[in-house]
């Protein structure tokens, strides 16, 4: 009969073997899209390491593949100082721009070309291998510790692979964290299917998974990361940038894939290339980057205040799209301010369904010359927010009506106010029922309360039926209260008023 001692020793080794098959698998997976097994062998394979690490706990280590969810709720980020300042890139808007750019070296280097991920910035540090720390970009200098979300990302190794490369002792590399189109469309139907507000675009959606306190719930949705360049290295070096990325491609990392150029002309093709096939990535791009490949040079080359000398941002111009202003309505603000929204024919844009813009006051519709009917003109300023740029005159029929501001709120028809110094009407009424729904919302939101589960449309409902008035109603709310409320299940009651009584927790 084996001795105890050799038992564990098996069971050690066998640990260490499914850890290395599964950590392979998901290189082939999830950085090479280019599986090996089977979804039910690979099932096989975890299931078979989470029972031998549940009979034996002692032996679970923080890069093991069943250590990617499961830590306690944080209360608050850390925070954490970068080796290397994490810098922003300069951005050339046109052509002119990026070409004053270009010329502007001595000598003509060989610069490398990738696509520009709208995406959130962040940097993962590995000792020995083993993912130990991220963070995002922060000022620069220190940025938000949000390891235990990033570990959630499964294209993101715990541990890399040191089957093909060397592994550098300390390494520090830098991507895009970002959500594929299509599962930024699940999560929005999914968001208002909850009664939940829409995310404006990938990049929020990104962004926000990234900065919950609960990893579980950044666990639930789909996050992908392309890793596109470096801070501190110990252990390795490289000559050029491209040298580095096709290394961490190898250490398991997911990576964007470096275009070699030697003119301007070939960088203006590879730039017109992604502006044309954009829409068929499976990733938001606004541009695209620009790099002096060999590390030297860039050395030599160095920083600005805070950006690189030896890479550029060649952003793409804003996507247009045409479609119709069926309506203008008016949004009442938490402090009063009326704005006028445009209501528009669903179009899509830069791979964004968009069906509202903001027409931001009355004299930006007059400026417009704008009338409810018209063919409009529409782009994402930045690729991000919506812009009506004119109405479209030709098209117009005879059928479309002038807009004016009313004389009253929409929300309680109080009496609109305006100051001769201000270009925006206010409603006055600091009991008006839209005020008291922004007021609550702004309240309950991340950056506020944190009151997870507590969206827009359950404030509104809150607000009409006069349950709650104002933030301090909240911690009075009782569960049979909100189970009278329609779409409202026990679960659903009790996860909000866990979340309300968290937040009295919280510091300032």
């Not at 093991?64 to 951005?91: C, D, W, Y």
């Not at 990733?283 to 600005?304: A, F, H, M, P, S």
């Not at 018209?374 to 930045?382: E, N, Q, T, Y």
Request: hydrophobic content about 35%; charged content about 25%.
């Amino acid at each position: 009969m084996p001795s105890k001692k050799t038992s564990v020793s098996g069971v050690k080794e066998k640990i260490g073997s499914l850890r290395n098959q599964i950590n392979y698998h998901n290189y082939r997976y999830y950085i090479l899209d280019s599986p090996e097994i089977s979804d039910s062998e690979y099932d096989r394979l975890m299931r078979e390491l989470l029972q031998l690490e549940k009979e034996h706990p002692e032996l679970i280590t923080a890069d093991s593949p069943t250590q990617r969810v499961g830590a306690p709720i944080q209360t608050t980020f850390k925070t954490i100082e970068h080796s290397l300042m994490m810098l922003s890139l300069e951005n050339a808007m046109h052509y002119d721009e990026f070409k004053e750019w270009y010329e502007g070296f001595e000598e003509s280097p060989e610069v490398i070309c990738e696509p520009k991920i709208d995406g959130t910035a962040v940097e993962l540090v590995y000792k020995n291998g083993v993912f130990v720390s991220g963070s995002t970009r922060g000022d620069g200098k220190t940025g938000e510790d949000i390891t235990l979300n990033l570990k959630t990302i499964k294209s993101i190794p715990l541990r890399l692979i040191d089957k093909f490369v060397s592994i550098p002792e300390y390494l520090e590399v830098r991507g895009e964290v970002f959500l594929p189109k299509e599962a930024f469309n699940q999560l929005n139907r999914q968001r208002i299917k909850q009664g939940e507000e829409p995310f404006a675009n990938p990049r929020n959606a990104a962004a926000g998974s990234l900065r919950q306190l609960d990893s579980k719930i950044t666990a639930s949705r789909p996050l992908d990361i392309l890793i596109h360049g470096f801070g501190l290295i110990r252990g390795t070096k490289f000559k050029t940038h491209s040298e580095a990325i096709e290394h961490f491609r190898q250490l398991g990392l997911k990576t964007t894939t470096p275009y070699a150029v030697s003119s301007l002309q070939q960088t203006q093709e590879y730039f017109n290339q992604m502006h044309n096939t954009r829409n068929n990535l499976p990733y938001e791009i606004d541009g695209i980057v620009v790099k002096v490949n060999d590390l030297r040079t860039q050395e030599r080359l160095g920083l600005r205040a805070r950006s690189p000398r030896w890479a550029i941002a060649y952003k793409f111009p804003a996507q247009e799209a045409t479609t119709q202003l069926i309506d203008i309505a008016l949004q009442v603000g938490r402090t009063g301010t009326i704005t006028p929204v445009a209501i528009l024919k669903p179009v899509s844009v830069s791979g964004v369904e968009i069906s509202r813009a903001t027409l931001h006051n009355a004299d930006e519709i007059q400026r417009l010359d704008l009338k409810i009917g018209d063919s409009v003109a529409l782009k994402r300023a930045g690729d991000v927010i919506p812009k009506i740029i004119k109405p479209i005159i030709s098209k117009r029929t005879g059928s479309e009506k002038p807009f004016s501001m009313p004389q009253t709120c929409p929300a309680c028809k109080s009496y609109l106010v305006k100051e001769e110094t201000e270009l925006a009407y206010r409603c006055p009424n600091n009991s008006c029922p839209a005020q008291v729904k922004g007021w609550i919302e702004h309240f309950a939101k991340r950056e506020a309360m944190n009151i997870e589960g507590l969206g827009d449309k359950l404030i509104a409902r809150l607000v009409d039926k006069k349950i709650i008035q104002d933030p301090a109603d909240l911690y009075t709310l009782q569960k049979d209260v909100l189970l009278k409320l329609e779409r409202m299940g026990d679960k659903l009651a009790h996860n909000i008023l866990d979340a309300i009584a968290r937040s009295k927790e919280t510091t300032l």
